[in-house]
Protein backbone atom coordinates (compact mmCIF):
# COMPACT_ATOMS: atom_id res chain seq x y z
CA UNK A 1 0.00 0.00 0.00
CA UNK A 2 0.81 3.25 -0.61
CA UNK A 3 -0.04 6.34 1.32
CA UNK A 4 0.23 10.01 0.60
CA UNK A 5 0.20 13.21 2.68
CA UNK A 6 -0.37 16.38 2.20
CA UNK A 7 0.54 19.52 4.22
CA UNK A 8 0.37 23.26 3.83
CA UNK A 9 -2.71 24.57 2.76
CA UNK A 10 -4.70 26.85 4.57
CA UNK A 11 -6.39 30.43 3.99
CA UNK A 12 -3.85 33.16 2.41
CA UNK A 13 -4.73 36.70 1.47
CA UNK A 14 -5.01 37.48 -2.51
CA UNK A 15 -1.54 38.23 -3.45
CA UNK A 16 -0.01 35.98 -0.73
CA UNK A 17 2.25 32.96 -1.33
CA UNK A 18 1.65 29.26 0.15
CA UNK A 19 3.79 25.60 -0.02
CA UNK A 20 2.44 22.60 -0.42
CA UNK A 21 3.73 19.44 0.70
CA UNK A 22 3.20 15.84 -0.45
CA UNK A 23 4.96 13.12 1.03
CA UNK A 24 4.47 9.44 -0.33
CA UNK A 25 5.37 6.10 2.01
CA UNK A 26 4.61 2.59 1.41
CA UNK A 27 5.85 -0.10 -0.48
CA UNK A 28 7.37 2.12 -3.74
CA UNK A 29 10.27 0.99 -5.57
CA UNK A 30 10.22 4.12 -7.90
CA UNK A 31 7.70 6.84 -8.37
CA UNK A 32 8.01 7.97 -12.63
CA UNK A 33 5.83 11.05 -12.15
CA UNK A 34 4.51 13.07 -9.25
CA UNK A 35 1.91 15.98 -9.86
CA UNK A 36 -0.32 18.37 -8.32
CA UNK A 37 -4.21 18.83 -9.14
CA UNK A 38 -7.09 20.81 -7.51
CA UNK A 39 -10.21 20.81 -7.58
CA UNK A 40 -12.83 24.44 -7.10
CA UNK A 41 -16.42 24.04 -5.87
CA UNK A 42 -18.30 22.83 -8.17
CA UNK A 43 -15.87 22.13 -11.13
CA UNK A 44 -13.93 19.33 -12.10
CA UNK A 45 -10.39 18.10 -10.78
CA UNK A 46 -7.92 19.79 -12.87
CA UNK A 47 -4.19 19.80 -12.98
CA UNK A 48 -2.23 22.29 -11.58
CA UNK A 49 1.44 21.10 -12.11
CA UNK A 50 3.46 18.08 -12.52
CA UNK A 51 7.16 16.67 -12.39
CA UNK A 52 8.67 13.47 -14.10
CA UNK A 53 11.69 11.69 -12.52
CA UNK A 54 13.64 13.21 -16.05
CA UNK A 55 12.81 16.75 -13.46
CA UNK A 56 10.42 18.31 -16.67
CA UNK A 57 7.85 19.89 -15.72
CA UNK A 58 4.58 21.13 -17.03
CA UNK A 59 1.70 23.78 -15.49
CA UNK A 60 -1.71 24.92 -16.00
CA UNK A 61 -1.94 28.43 -17.72
CA UNK A 62 -3.58 29.43 -14.96
CA UNK A 63 -1.23 28.98 -12.50
CA UNK A 64 2.16 29.18 -15.46
CA UNK A 65 4.62 31.87 -14.37
CA UNK A 66 3.44 31.70 -10.35
CA UNK A 67 3.90 28.59 -9.37
CA UNK A 68 6.82 25.85 -9.01
CA UNK A 69 6.65 22.17 -8.99
CA UNK A 70 10.18 20.81 -6.95
CA UNK A 71 10.65 17.10 -5.97
CA UNK A 72 13.12 15.33 -2.85
CA UNK A 73 13.74 11.78 -4.45
CA UNK A 74 15.34 10.85 -1.68
CA UNK A 75 11.83 11.41 0.31
CA UNK A 76 9.64 10.57 -2.06
CA UNK A 77 8.17 13.98 -1.41
CA UNK A 78 6.58 16.78 -3.74
CA UNK A 79 6.37 20.28 -3.59
CA UNK A 80 4.16 23.37 -5.06
CA UNK A 81 4.98 26.73 -4.29
CA UNK A 82 2.51 29.67 -4.99
CA UNK A 83 2.58 32.93 -4.99
CA UNK A 84 0.60 36.02 -5.83
CA UNK A 85 -2.58 34.00 -5.18
CA UNK A 86 -5.96 34.76 -6.53
CA UNK A 87 -9.31 34.08 -5.35
CA UNK A 88 -9.81 31.22 -8.56
CA UNK A 89 -6.79 29.45 -6.61
CA UNK A 90 -9.54 28.38 -4.19
CA UNK A 91 -9.75 24.27 -4.14
CA UNK A 92 -8.49 21.22 -2.64
CA UNK A 93 -5.29 20.27 -4.19
CA UNK A 94 -4.75 16.60 -3.85
CA UNK A 95 -0.99 15.19 -4.91
CA UNK A 96 -0.77 12.37 -7.16
CA UNK A 97 1.99 10.07 -7.69
CA UNK A 98 2.66 7.46 -10.71
CA UNK A 99 4.39 4.71 -8.83
CA UNK A 100 5.78 0.87 -9.34
CA UNK A 101 6.27 -1.51 -6.24
CA UNK A 102 8.70 -3.91 -7.98
CA UNK A 103 10.63 -3.42 -11.05
CA UNK A 104 8.42 -5.43 -12.92
CA UNK A 105 4.90 -4.17 -11.66
CA UNK A 106 2.94 -2.01 -14.15
CA UNK A 107 2.65 1.60 -12.60
CA UNK A 108 -0.05 2.62 -10.35
CA UNK A 109 -1.48 5.71 -9.62
CA UNK A 110 -1.96 7.17 -5.97
CA UNK A 111 -3.67 9.65 -4.63
CA UNK A 112 -3.62 12.08 -1.59
CA UNK A 113 -6.84 13.17 0.78
CA UNK A 114 -6.36 16.53 -0.32
CA UNK A 115 -5.59 19.69 1.22
CA UNK A 116 -7.73 22.42 1.41
CA UNK A 117 -6.60 26.11 -0.07
CA UNK A 118 -8.74 29.25 0.40
CA UNK A 119 -7.54 32.81 -0.96
CA UNK A 120 -9.87 35.32 0.44
CA UNK A 121 -9.93 38.94 -1.82
Known amino acids: QVQLVESGGGLVQAGGSLRLSCVAS????????MAWYRQAPGKQRELVAA???????NYADSVKGRSTIASDNAKNAVYLQMSVLKPEDTGVYYCKIGYRSTWYDKALDAWGQGTLVTVSS
Open 26 to 33: GNIYSINR
Open 51 to 57: ISSDDST
